[in-house]
């Protein structure tokens, strides 16, 4: 029996603002300092009044608009009133039935190899407050639970998706490239680690029966994902529970209300959660304290030209215009603008967009994972890599000598040395790396080491074309910067005379 | 056309409020919020088909602030009004692990 898997994930994202959505208190990630971004308005003291943060609500149409959504001209918001110590008010300031965008989509490339992509539908995106930071007691005896409300009014964009979405690994391509956007945007910096990206997946099969029917399985929705690797890892383990749960109860959709589960990691299983008693009934309504917002289309206007190139956008003309691979083009892109621009930068400056993207996606991108740096951080800038791969380009040196001076280059980089283009002559005359072009001192020096090594010479003429490497070798470390090709192609000639 | 308010209403909206009502104030909620419903139903009687909904009773709308961070509280200040603080948390009766 085979089923199809239907995912629909909520996604929610940390705007990237100085202050929170209703108050002048700082959003900064500070765990080792509670409660010390706070005030009436976060606090929800009586008396006090939320006022809208526009950078919050701009950054919003922006990323509502690179999701394709429809923008409401008229949107307000409304009180989600639940019981939580995290949430002072009693409620959260969120958007019910007006949310400010709806009905978009993002194009997902769920192959990046093959370049094929699906087309994930966006229900809605609209924005709310984030509530605080709950930390119970490790130690397992403790009585009280401690609350930080640092975190409490950050403003919090959810986007969330059509159950569109077939597989564990799709989700996972779906976030990546849902985190990828709102980074090139600028409107989230997409840290998990500090909780600014946080994901719930909606999920159940469609059970395939032999008379050609589809049995849809009850919805199970698992709750505060913190890590793309998590949201794998628990829908790989909620497709199998929720298979083997149907073939045991033959429990179909309707028949028992919606789950909520948890995922615990450590274990790797998801688990039920506590149904919370009444917890559909939010009672919303629209919030007195805030007034609607209207958009105008001149708004719109200037949002969209403000947008920039999207990452898919940057792909297809990578491969366009610098005929990379979809694989090179997708590396390249999906490491962040940074280090797009900065190929790009190279890939012009030196001429040669192949050789650039060899280089950025080998030797960068590796040693900028050893040694943990960002592109920002990488100490050999884009005009030094142009005049390294120039070098290259005239055949001034070869690839293996260019690899060493990058290593070289990177060191004293690292050291805190000012690194310049001219640097790269001063350790080719240093080290000897020039290519020779002297036929005569080559010839001298082939002719020579063809003496000294009659049987290697023999072995050759016999058939072993691996004996020439050897001569090689030789010849390259009496003439040091000769070019390797050249001395094969010569030595051969040699040889087969 | 008159809503009718139950015994069970009240029971939820106060369950759904955190409110424990007795047998008596639960009767008298049930009768005096029923009176306040009846009286606001009476808007069912004007024909509203020619006017707009209204989302808010103040005519203003797009009220903004710059994104500018200004002082919070003073951290003892925040925690003042808590009945319990430690090492800059708020204190509350353990949450119950979810698990």
């Known amino acids: 029996m085979s089923y199809t898997v239907i995912v ?31 005030c009436p308005v976060c606090l929800g003291l009586p008396g006090s009044l939320p006022v809208m943060n526009r950078r919050a609500f701009e950054l919003s149409l922006k990323t509502a608009m690179s999701l394709n959504c429809q923008i409401a ?44 992509t699906r087309r994930v539908g966006i229900i809605r995106a609209h924005l709310e ?149 009444e917890a559909s009934d939010y009672r919303y309504f629209p919030d007195p304290d805030l007034v609607p917002v209207t958009v105008t289309e001149e708004e719109l206007d200037r949002i969209r030209e403000s947008l920039g190139e999207f990452p898919a ?62 592109i920002g951080q990488f100490p050999i800038r884009q005009p030094v890599l142009i005049a390294l791969l120039g070098k290259i380009n005239t055949k001034a040196i070869t690839i293996k000598s260019a690899r060493e001076i990058f290593v070289d280059l990177l060191t004293e980089g690292l050291e805190g040395k000012p690194i310049e283009p001219s640097r790269i002559d001063e350790l080719v005359a240093s080290k000897g790396l020039a290519l020779v072009f002297d036929v005569v001192e080559l010839d001298a020096v082939i002719a020579k080491i063809v003496d000294k090594n009659p049987k290697a010479v023999a072995d050759f003429k016999s058939g072993k074309q691996a004996a020439v490497g050897a001569l090689i070798g030789q010849v390259m470390k009496e003439v040091k910067g000769a070019d390797p090709q050249r001395v094969r192609q010569m030595l051969v000639e040699k040889l087969s005379q | ?59 203003l709308s797009n009220v903004f602030r710059a994104d500018e961070v200004r002082p919070s509280l003073p951290r003892a200040d925040a925690l003042a009004n808590a009945p319990k603080s430690e090492r800059g948390f708020f204190l509350v009766p353990q949450i119950l692990d979810e698990r």
């Not at chain 1, 929170?20 to 900064?28: L, Y």
């Open chain 2, 1 to 59: 056309m008159a809503t009718q308010l139950t015994r069970a209403d009240v029971q939820k909206v106060a369950l759904l409020g955190r409110l424990k009502l007795s047998d008596a104030e639960l009767e008298a909620y049930t009768q005096s919020l029923g009176n306040i419903i009846g009286y606001v139903e009476r808007l069912n009687e004007v024909n509203t088909d020619d006017v707009e909904p209204m989302v808010h009773a103040v005519e």
């Open chain 1, 73 to 116: 001209p008229f949107t307000k918001w409304d009180r989600k009133q639940y019981y939580y110590p995290d949430l002072p008010k009693g409620y959260q300031i969120s958007q019910y039935d007006l949310p400010f965008s709806l009905d978009g989509f993002l194009e997902v490339e769920v192959d990046p190899t093959e370049g094929t």
């Open chain 1, 313 to 374: 956008d940057r792909r297809k003309r990578f491969k366009e215009g610098y005929l990379l691979s979809n694989y090179d083009a997708a590396v390249i892109v999906d490491q962040g603008a940074e280090l797009a621009s900065y190929y790009e930068e190279v890939a012009l400056g030196c001429g040669d967009a192949k050789q650039a993207a060899n280089w950025v996606t080998q030797d960068i991108l590796r040693e900028m994972k050893e040694r943990n740096l960002t």
């Open chain 1, 8 to 38: 629909g994930l909520e996604v929610h994202v940390q705007l990237l603002t100085k202050s929170k959505i209703f108050c002048g208190c700082s959003t900064e990630f500070n765990p080792d300092h509670p409660n010390v971004q706070t």
């Open chain 1, 129 to 277: 407050e984030d509530a605080g930071k709950n930390l119970h007691d490790e130690t397992g005896h403790g009585t009280d639970s401690q609350v930080d409300l640092n975190r409490a009014g950050t403003p919090l964009l959810e986007i969330v998706s059509q159950p569109d979405l077939r597989s564990a690994a799709e989700c996972k391509r779906y976030l990546e490239e849902l985190r990828l956007l709102l980074t090139y945007l600028g409107v989230s910096d997409c840290n998990m680690a500090e909780g600014s990206l946080r994901c719930d997946a909606n999920v159940n099969l469609h059970v395939h029966q032999p008379d050609g029917q589809d049995i849809p399985t009850p919805i199970v929705e698992i709750k505060n994902l913190n890590s793309f690797r998590n949201v794998e890892l628990s829908l790989e383990y909620e497709i199998k529970r929720q298979f083997e749960e149907w073939q045991k109860t033959g429990k179909r959709l309707g028949e028992v209300s919606k789950e909520t589960r948890g995922w615990d990691a450590a274990r790797g299983a998801t688990f039920a959660q506590r149904g919370k008693e």
